[in-house]
C-alpha cells in the first residue's frame, strides 16, 4: 500500500505483462483468462475474500478489445475464428468467468461508459445498494490499447485492476455528484479515468473534478 501512495503522490507510468496468479480461480478456467481478466480476477478474489452472494459491477472502458482486434485480423484472414476465443472477448467475460468459478448465483453487471465508465459504475453499484443490497463490488480494469488504436488514444491507457468493497454510506464516505457544464474536453493522453479516481480514492486531496463533455463529475471526502 505503501508503494501505491506514492504513486498517488507523484504518478509514473504502470508498464509490465506478468500475468497474476489468480490461485483461487480452478486451473481449467483460469488459463481461460487473458492478462486483463486475470488482473480483474485477481483484485476481485482478493476483495470478497471468500464472501459469497454479493452482487458485482464490472466496469471497463475497452474490455477485451486485443482479443477482439485478433479475432477480426482472423477474419481478415479467411481463417476460422474460435468460439472460445469469441466467448472471452465479449465485455461480461470476466464477471461471466468469476461468476461460474465460485459457483456464485448473485446478480452481476458488466459495463463500459467511455471516459465515465467508473462514474457510472458506481452509479449502478449505488443502485443495488438502493435496492437493499447490503454490500457491492465494483471492479475496475483496462489495459493499454493494441498498436491499432494508437492514433485515435485519447488518454495514457495503462494496466491496471482495483476493486471496491461498496457498502451503504457512512459519515466517511467518498461522495460522487455531477452537473452539467458548457462542452470541454479532458486533455489528450492525461491519465485515465479509472487510475484518476484511484489516485483519489488513496490520495489525501478533499476533491476531484472531472470534466468529460458536458459533464463534471466531482469526488469529494467528508471527515
Excluded at 465485455?91 to 465460485?102: E, K, Q, T, V, Y
Aim: glycine fraction near 8%.
Amino acid at each position: 500500500m505503501d508503494a501505491w501512495k506514492e504513486w498517488a503522490l507523484s504518478p509514473f507510468p504502470l508498464t509490465g505483462d506478468i500475468e497474476p496468479g489468480v490461485a483461487a480461480m480452478p486451473a481449467m478456467l483460469r488459463r481461460r483468462a487473458g492478462f486483463l481478466g486475470k488482473m480483474a480476477l485477481e483484485v476481485a478474489y482478493q476483495c470478497l475474500n471468500g464472501q459469497t452472494n454479493v452482487p458485482t459491477v464490472f466496469c471497463s472502458r475497452h474490455g477485451e478489445v486485443a482479443r477482439a482486434v485478433d479475432l477480426l485480423t482472423e477474419l481478415m484472414q479467411d481463417a476460422s475464428v474460435s468460439p472460445t476465443g469469441f466467448g472471452l472477448a465479449v465485455h461480461n467475460a470476466s464477471a461471466g468467468l468469476f461468476s461460474i468459478a465460485r459457483k456464485d448465483q448473485a446478480n452481476h453487471i458488466a459495463l463500459a461508459g467511455g471516459k465515465s465508465t467508473v462514474e457510472h459504475a458506481v452509479i449502478e453499484a449505488c443502485g443495488l445498494l438502493a435496492d437493499g443490497a447490503p454490500m457491492v463490488m465494483l471492479v475496475a480494469y483496462d489495459n493499454a490499447l493494441p498498436s491499432v488504436f494508437a492514433s485515435f488514444q485519447d488518454c495514457d491507457e495503462q494496466p491496471y485492476a482495483w476493486a471496491w468493497l461498496m457498502v451503504p454510506a457512512r459519515e466517511d464516505a467518498i461522495h460522487l455528484n455531477w452537473d452539467e457544464v458548457e462542452e470541454q474536453e479532458l486533455n489528450g493522453n492525461g491519465m485515465s479515468g479509472g487510475l484518476e479516481v484511484l489516485r483519489f480514492q488513496i490520495g489525501e486531496q478533499a476533491q476531484m473534478q472531472r470534466i468529460v463533455g458536458k459533464r463534471r463529475w466531482l469526488w469529494s471526502r467528508h471527515g
